[in-house]
């Protein structure tokens, strides 16, 4: 058996009373402030060579387009020599752009897509 008796840890004075006078520790709850994740858009390049087609089915694959919003998006990049296809996470934006590019290479196609960051 023991033959002393335990001894509770004393605390520095400043958190051993509270401000109604009793021996309890109160904390502070501090709100923190986390900012959102930067966000990317994936933009999909024009070129000569790769056909209209293989566009809206990649679109329609990768980026969960229907048809037409597919077909849309590639007519912006073939007159606008670019377009948006989605806005994404960082890794996401990056696993969308290696999807793309290995559906193009895989194809023979020069199809060229990046991310960039949303500012």
């Known amino acids: 058996m ?3 008796k335990p001894v509770s840890p004393t605390l520095p004075p400043d958190l051993t009373k509270t401000t109604d006078g009793s021996d309890s520790v109160v904390l502070e709850r501090r709100a923190q402030r986390v900012a959102p994740p930067q966000m990317y858009q994936v933009v999909m390049l024009n070129d000569d060579y790769t056909p209209m087609e293989f566009v809206v089915v990649v679109i329609q694959e990768f980026f969960n387009k229907d048809r037409e919003a597919a077909t849309q998006i590639m007519l912006k990049i073939h007159l606008d020599g670019k377009a948006v296809c989605g806005v994404y996470s960082k890794d996401v934006a990056a696993t969308k ?23």
């Not at 999807?99 to 960051?117: I, K, N, T, W, Y």
């Open 2 to 4: 023991a033959t002393k």
């Open 97 to 119: 752009v290696d999807q793309v590019l290995d559906a193009a290479r895989q194809a023979g196609h020069p199809l060229q897509c990046v991310s960039e960051p949303i500012e």
